[in-house]
């Protein structure tokens, strides 16, 4: 039992050139060498892969079948880059479309290939797979999102937007502190804390960061009709990052029969770090095995 153990939680840490040209992406790869299922996990913003260890775990034990692939975005956490900057929006696209590529090395025909996708993880994953100029050319069986980032609440209102194009015409690279702490992403005292004293974590955001999350933003709100995979929403009402009634207006232009949306009124932005956060995975749980029987 602990070799058959050991083996589910092994994990194997590569690096993979991002599609920026001149930076290296961390990436782990858990789990199953043959998987019937892989998961390919994209954090959101400011945040790495660490901070969703009690989502792996969990994933991992529902088979020893089951792969996961993830990887901190450019500018995160132990890949390279300037932090918290992006040149352009596309280089978060380009390299999921890269661990993608990678993961798929690991699957069979058989295989079922799940994105799970938190915040700014669900901007780029929709739009690598809703927007035509790009496009995804892998097999997908469903997506997970747990507040996607479809429109991030802008501090300084309708004017934020002609700020950010500002501050970027002086410098890109322009340091704007953080308008969050972690006790606004959790419930949970102890993942709250450990945002505000991880390392990894910049407290600040690029100008140009910002704007790039902005932009794509507006691109994709209008795109939901055309997702036709298997789609879960999780929807935090208390979110101070993301506007929630956004995501379910998005969702809401989804085929019924592809999509399913929970809501979650008192929950903050993080729900993968919430206290029941066990029971969301479940949730998510049972919706993976609904999908797996509805469509063999």
């Not at 929006?89 to 290939?113: C, G, H, M, P, W």
Request: proline share 4%; charged share 25%.
């Amino acid at each position: 039992m602990a070799k058959s153990l050991f083996n589910l939680f092994s994990s194997q840490d590569l690096s993979l050139p991002s599609s920026d040209g001149e930076s290296e992406l961390f990436v782990r790869q858990y789990g199953s060498s043959r998987p019937k299922i892989h998961f390919i996990l994209v954090h959101g913003a400011l945040e790495h892969i660490g901070r969703h260890t009690d989502l792996i775990q969990f994933m991992l034990r529902l088979s020893q079948d089951v792969a996961i692939t993830a990887w901190d975005l450019v500018g995160h956490g132990r890949s390279g880059g300037v932090r918290a900057y992006v040149p352009s929006f596309k280089v978060y696209v380009d390299d999921l479309n890269l661990i993608a590529e990678l993961s798929q090395k690991k699957n069979s025909s058989e295989t079922r290939t799940i994105i799970l996708a938190h915040s700014l993880g669900g901007l780029i994953s929709l739009t690598r797979i809703l927007d035509t100029s790009y496009g995804w050319n892998f097999p997908l069986h469903g997506i997970i999102l747990s507040s996607p980032c479809i429109r991030p609440k802008l501090v300084l209102g309708a004017s934020s937007e002609a700020v950010l194009d500002k501050l970027n015409k002086v410098s890109g690279k322009l340091h704007l502190p953080l308008i969050y702490k972690g006790k606004d992403l959790t419930r949970d005292p102890e993942r709250a804390n450990d945002f505000d004293s991880d390392n990894l974590i910049p407290q600040f955001i690029t100008a140009k960061m910002a704007q790039e999350i902005v932009m794509a933003s507006h691109r994709i709100r209008g795109l939901s009709y055309y997702l036709n995979i298997p789609s879960l929403f999780l929807i935090a009402g208390d979110d101070k990052v993301v506007d929630p009634e956004s995501t379910a207006l998005f969702a809401h232009g989804i085929d019924k029969r592809l999509t399913k949306v929970v809501h979650y009124p008192a929950h903050y932005h993080e729900l993968w770090n919430e206290v029941d956060r066990s029971e969301i995975f479940e949730t998510m749980k049972k919706w993976i095995e609904k999908s797996f029987k509805e469509s063999p």
